[in-house]
């Protein structure tokens, strides 16, 4: 059959037609991938805005650790963006990170000689210095103990080894040294005396029998069901114990530091410390 040059041609249009069009559809479809791209990135991108928090840094001695504990809970549910950020330790050791530069905002000692020092170095700011609480010293012992019920107790054989808190630097220590002293105790118990980094550790002496017997503060009964108070050592057998606290003079948030101690100092905070067994100063 002859094949003439118009069947041929008409060929040829029709082959670029199909050509055209499968261009077209190409074209079509990768524009609109494109075009849904384009719109995906111009939609706005929802940002997460976190609201700056401010970090309040406390050191505190030992024994406020319960007590601060359900503080923080009630402050800074009432404070949105605060955070307090607690160091526990013994007032002397917390004494020495302040005065080699570690960063806090606010201190609160167990006692007055540690306060002192860092005032007399210009440390803290010496307007916001407060006496916030009072305690009472405690001979404890294990919850079953019954040979230990008096001071002098603490001289029978029964009794190896004492739990107290290092003079030098726990101020229920130098408290502990004070009262055994005027009772005329202090030197004759040395050898059972076991030294301990705070009054906290103290109390796990006797909670775990490592020692028949210790002195800590009243507060640091109550969180204990494993001890029992034998006796409480009279007020005049050692200084008062006051509970200082100042704001740092180097604190990065002096003003939200010293917005707490206030607030420290409030009737609702001073319930929850006689709730941990803390007096008024």
Request: aromatic letters at 8%; glycine letters at 8%.
């Amino acid at each position: 059959m002859h094949v003439g040059e118009n069947d041929i041609f008409t060929k040829e249009v029709f082959l670029l037609k199909k050509l055209f069009i499968l261009l077209l559809s190409l074209f079509l479809v990768s524009g609109l991938i494109a075009g849904c791209a384009g719109n995906a990135q111009q939609e706005p991108v929802e940002e997460n805005v976190t609201k700056e928090t401010a970090q309040v840094l406390v050191s505190a001695a030992a024994s406020l650790k319960d007590a601060l504990a359900e503080i923080k809970s009630v402050y800074e549910g009432k404070n949105d963006g605060i955070e307090l950020v607690y160091n526990f330790g013994s007032s002397g050791m917390l004494q020495q990170q302040i005065e080699q530069g570690s960063p806090v905002d606010l201190f609160i000692s167990a006692g007055k000689k540690q306060m002192d020092a860092l005032e007399e170095k210009n440390l803290i700011k010496i307007e916001t210095r407060t006496d916030l609480l009072g305690n009472e010293l405690v001979l404890i012992t294990g919850k079953d103990n019954k040979t230990v019920n008096t001071f002098a107790d603490l001289s029978k054989p029964e009794v190896q080894h004492i739990g107290i808190g290092n003079p030098a630097s726990v101020p229920a220590g130098k408290y502990t040294q004070e009262a055994l002293t005027s009772m005329k105790l202090w030197d004759a118990l040395q050898s059972k005396y076991v030294a301990a980094k705070d009054v906290r550790q103290v109390l796990s002496y006797v909670e775990t029998g490592n020692a028949e017997a210790g002195l800590v503060y009243k507060s640091d009964t109550i969180v204990s069901d494993k001890v029992r108070i034998a006796i409480t050592a009279p007020k005049e057998s050692h200084q008062p114990i006051v509970y200082p606290a100042a704001v740092i003079g180097s604190a990065e948030n002096a003003a939200a530091a010293d917005e707490f101690l206030k607030f420290l100092q409030s009737a609702e905070a001073k319930q929850i410390f006689v709730k941990y067994g803390f007096t008024g100063a």
